[in-house]
């Protein structure tokens, strides 16, 4: 991984601002402030700064990067899902078996969407453990899905990689934001 200096990645962030539909006000400022060490900082930026529901607080913050990993991964599914035909049999096996694991990680982050919307002080600890729990798992899912198509050479197979890693990426952002609202306990509930 590339580490790239704080006022680098600053700069990057403010002039990313200008493309993406920003947010005014404390939310745009919590974004920005949230998105810095995120693993994928600049997608962390442009997808949660242009999310049209409310990000105000890192409880809701967390909620539209797990929509934004979730809706991603509807994306991915549905396309996945009408490509199954016309390719050789073992891209159509490998193109099955990922859209199950895209599946399962559309349930994961359902089930952590539910859990974020429902947190209670007493059992907040638990609630952020099934969260955490959920999203690694469903990451862990999208990486299964790319294992299944060792073997596999050609457009297919680059297709599927880059749509993958995309939701890969914002799927790792959400669970940076389930961590850092598990971190701001206190703060903002």
């Known amino acids: 991984m590339v580490t790239i200096p704080f006022f680098v990645l600053n700069i990057l962030l403010f002039l990313s601002s200008s493309a993406a539909t920003p947010k005014s006000g404390a939310g745009h400022d919590l ?3 949230s998105c810095v060490h995120a693993s ?4 962390c930026f442009r997808t949660l700064s242009s ?13 539209a990067a797990v929509k934004v990993s979730l809706s991603r991964a509807r994306k991915v599914s549905n396309y996945l899902s009408t490509s199954v035909t016309g390719y050789n049999k073992r891209e159509r096996v490998a193109l099955s078996d990922c859209v199950e694991q895209i599946d399962e990680s559309m349930e994961e982050l359902s089930k952590t969407l539910g859990e974020l919307k429902h947190l209670r002080g007493e059992t907040f600890e638990f609630q952020m453990s099934n969260a955490q729990t959920w999203v690694s798992a469903a990451l862990t899912n999208e990486d299964t899905c790319l294992d299944g198509f060792e073997g596999v050479d050609g457009e297919v197979k680059s297709d599927v990689k880059r749509k993958i890693t995309n939701v890969a990426k914002v799927t790792s952002n959400a669970l940076y934001m389930i961590n850092r609202l598990n971190e701001s306990r206190g703060r903002h509930r």
């Open 31 to 33: 974004v920005r402030s």
């Open 40 to 43: 994928y900082p600049s997608l």
């Open 51 to 63: 999310y049209s529901g409310p990000a105000n607080t890192p409880r809701e913050l967390a909620q």
